[in-house]
């Protein structure tokens, strides 16, 4: 199935701002996050379709998902 | 700082100055004290241009010290914008400066007869007030230039442009930066109107001589601020995220959200959101020679904010600020961020606020005034408010009077005051803050962007309004005590995630002053201003009718999440009960 994947702030670096790419079907997002290298820790922040997930969620074809390290302003 | 300097600017013979103990007002600081001030000795019911109203400036308890962050300082008053109390803060160095200088606070009280400006000369050895019209009508950028060939480069300076000598009711007070930059403002309300009401062009801060303020145990006093220096710089928001790329971080998350407001607050996500980006800003400085990371203070370890260079490589404006590139870009349907620098300088060398000014150019195009995108249009119209223009008067004073003034529906102010950069719809703790705090729509004075967003302090589902009041009310205090302290507000995000470095705040406090206070203290203290605040409002004619949102955001849903803001009325109605 295909997932867009965008990444914010610091977890661009060495890697990309969004891309869509091939997953397996039922995929979590812990899985998704590790199959793109970037240490589970960095990750803060999930957003699918524009709501809060989880590392434990499963995505579905056609999802969007963007991942923020800690960020905060006002 | 253990006195308060009174200046009535209306005195037989010219202003007259008096000096005296803090009294009745011991023991408070910055928002503490203004609102303690207003409420008490303003006439809620006076015109706030009349000679009755007073421009109350204070520091916070901290500033002034050798602690981290104490640089933040509160101008209250009667605000012309909501017509209720105000507190309006800003960074900069004049808040250490004049903590130094020994005042609590400049209280510029009554009116003067004529039309002369003044200004204001400050240091060790006193208080020096002369008219001066040489000023008239000069921006921010110009009258800073020319204090400091009059009385050098040590000074802060606090002044108004054009916009507050017209008594605009968007009219800010700039604040220097350690640079004498006048980029840090206090923006929200029309404060600006009011100094310029009382003839009072600038104040020249000086405190050559002068000492840093001592703490009771200066060596308990070090240790708290060591402890509470490492907590903000090991925190992932104070310690990266805002260094790196300051304030405007927000877009991207915001707009994946789906809570970023776009044209006037019609959908919840811009297409051009990533090319006004933090992270599009912070590279494109770097670029050119600006800096990505800066302090608008000394003693700031967050230093969100920077340097924004033009093309050329030229000093164009300092960061702006995410909710500037919000209000003069998404919300306009504007992606340039040259463009929206130039208006950030614009709006800081006029003395404007740029939520207010960015929210009434986007409901001036809902109104067809100009297209949605027109960038070129929108600096137009902010000259047009530096010129006086009967045009640029109407968007000077703000985003109500301007949907009025053209026959808008789609109005987003509470109390008169412009929403800022968060759709209270898909976001709906941070609707509760805009339709419940005293100040008129204001994100400051509840973030709950934090916990609804950030998931910092816990999370709360932003798309339902379950958990929303509770909220709102808590953060809501924590502010109201956290502006009493001289401190910036973004501390929040390390105290509330890090036990440690809130009791760290606690003790810097405490070794300064030889206090015991506690947390349970701090909320007491929080509360007992925002009981002051809603007292005021509330004899100024105030009702529950104003803490509500405009019936738009219940009655149209707002995209990607096609959600309307349902919090009940009775439900605001129990904010502040406690």
Not at chain 1, 1 to 11: E, G, H
Not at chain 2, 162 to 188: F, I, W, Y
Not at chain 2, 376 to 387: C, H, P, S, T, Y
Not at chain 2, 431 to 447: F, I, N, S, W
């Amino acid at each position: 199935m295909r997932i867009t994947v965008k990444l914010f702030a610091t977890l661009r670096s060495g890697r990309f701002y969004t891309e869509t790419r091939e997953f397996s079907p039922g995929i979590t997002i812990g899985e998704v996050i590790k199959e793109l290298g970037i240490p589970e820790k960095e990750v803060t922040l999930i957003f699918v379709n524009g709501r809060h997930a989880d590392t434990h969620d499963t995505l579905t074809d056609g999802d969007t998902i963007g991942f923020f390290p800690p960020v905060g302003g006002g | 700082m253990d006195k308060i300097l009174r200046i009535n600017m209306g005195a037989e013979g010219g202003p007259k100055v008096t000096v005296a103990p803090f009294g009745d007002y011991a023991g408070l600081g910055g928002r503490g004290l203004t609102s303690a001030v207003v409420s008490k000795e303003v006439p809620p019911d006076c015109h706030p241009l009349s000679d009755a109203n007073k421009l109350v400036i204070a520091p916070g308890l901290l500033s002034g010290t050798a602690g981290s962050m104490t640089g933040r300082i509160s101008m209250g008053c009667k605000s012309p914008l909501t017509g209720g109390i105000k507190e309006s803060n800003a960074g900069g160095q004049p808040s250490q400066v004049l903590a130094r200088l020994g005042y609590g606070a400049i209280m510029l009280e009554g009116k003067p007869e004529g039309d002369d400006l003044y200004k204001i000369f400050i240091n060790k050895d006193g208080i020096r007030i002369t008219t001066d019209n040489s000023l008239r009508m000069l921006g921010n950028y110009d009258t800073v230039e020319k204090m400091k060939k009059e009385f050098g480069d040590k000074i802060a300076c606090i002044s108004i442009g054009p916009a507050g000598e017209m008594k605009l009711n968007a009219a800010s007070v700039a604040c220097t930066d350690a640079e004498l930059r006048p980029t840090r403002h206090a923006g929200r309300g029309g404060v600006g109107a009011v100094m310029g009401s009382k003839g009072v062009k600038v104040i020249v801060l000086d405190d050559t001589g002068v000492s840093m303020r001592q703490p009771k145990d200066p060596d308990k006093f070090r240790e708290a601020n060591k402890v509470f220096t490492e907590g903000l710089r090991k925190h992932g928001v104070t310690g990266e995220a805002l260094p790196a790329y300051g304030t405007n971080v927000l877009t991207n998350i915001l707009n994946e959200a789906g809570g970023y407001p776009t044209y006037n607050f019609k959908e919840g996500r811009f297409i051009g959101a990533s090319k006004i980006s933090g992270e599009t800003e912070a590279a494109l400085e770097t670029e050119r020679g600006g800096v990505p990371t800066h302090a608008c203070h000394r003693g700031c370890v967050i230093r969100c904010s920077g340097i924004y260079n033009d093309k050329d490589g030229h000093y164009l404006t300092k960061q702006p600020e995410y909710e500037t590139v919000w209000a003069h870009g998404g919300h306009c349907g504007i992606d340039d961020m040259d463009k929206i620098a130039m208006m950030d300088f614009l709006d800081d060398d006029i003395g404007l606020d740029t939520i207010e000014m960015g929210v009434a150019i986007g409901v001036a195009m809902e109104a067809g005034l100009l297209k949605f995108g027109d960038a070129d249009g929108a600096i137009n119209l902010i000259k047009e408010v530096g010129k006086g223009t009967p045009l640029g008067r109407i968007i000077g004073s703000g985003a109500a009077i301007t949907g009025r003034v053209f026959g808008v529906e789609r109005v987003p102010v509470v109390k008169g005051q412009a929403m800022p950069a968060y759709d209270p719809r898909a976001i709906q703790g941070i609707g509760v803050t805009y339709a419940t705090t005293p100040m008129g729509a204001d994100h400051t004075a509840g973030y709950a962007i934090a916990t609804n967003i950030l998931r910092v302090g816990g999370f709360v589902d932003p798309l339902k309004p379950e958990g929303q009041i509770d909220l709102s009310r808590n953060l809501q205090i924590a502010t109201a005590a956290i502006d009493s302290t001289g401190m910036c507000l973004f501390i929040a995000f390390a105290i509330m995630d890090q036990p440690e470095t809130f009791q760290a705040m606690l003790d810097l406090i405490n070794t300064f002053y030889g206090l015991s206070f506690t947390g349970d203290d701090v909320v007491d203290l929080g509360k007992k201003v925002l009981k002051m605040e809603r007292d005021f409002n509330m004899r100024a004619g105030f009702t529950k009718e104003q803490d509500r949102l405009p019936p738009f955001f219940k009655t149209q849903p707002v995209p990607p999440h096609n959600v309307t803001f349902q919090v009940k009325d009775e439900d605001l109605d129990k904010v502040f009960n406690w």
